[in-house]
């Protein structure tokens, strides 16, 4: 069984800057790959960004240029840095893995809340 802790999470005003991290512990395997996903209140789980075992990325388009996933496959850890934050980034935070037989495993979330 994987584990999966994200931290960082917390208040911050918009313009504001958040760092988020991941850390897998547990009958991980092999990592394949990683990824964060957000989800607001009455809104679907979302795709926020995700990263691949050759660190090929993809984000999210409202997240362009502003956040930046990042992976330590020697740690287990995946990181969100979150940048220009915006209210609309208000949110709890998911970390998700996969491994190369194909089970995906999901962290507890951590809360992300931007305002004045």
């Known amino acids: 069984q994987v584990q999966l802790v994200e931290s960082g999470g917390g208040l911050v005003q918009p313009g504001g800057s958040l760092r988020l991290s991941c850390a897998a512990s547990?009958?991980?395997?092999?990592?394949?790959?990683m990824a964060w996903y957000r989800q607001a209140p009455g809104k679907q789980r979302e795709l926020v960004a995700h990263i691949t075992s050759t660190d090929m990325t993809t984000y999210l388009d409202s997240v362009k240029g502003r956040f930046t996933i990042s992976r330590n496959n020697a740690k287990n850890t995946v990181d969100l840095q979150m940048n220009s934050l915006k209210p609309e980034d208000t949110a709890v935070y998911y970390c998700y893995l996969t491994d190369y037989s194909g089970r995906g495993s999901w962290g507890r979330g951590t809360q992300v809340t931007v305002s004045s």
């Open positions: 547990g009958s991980i395997g092999s990592i394949n790959t």
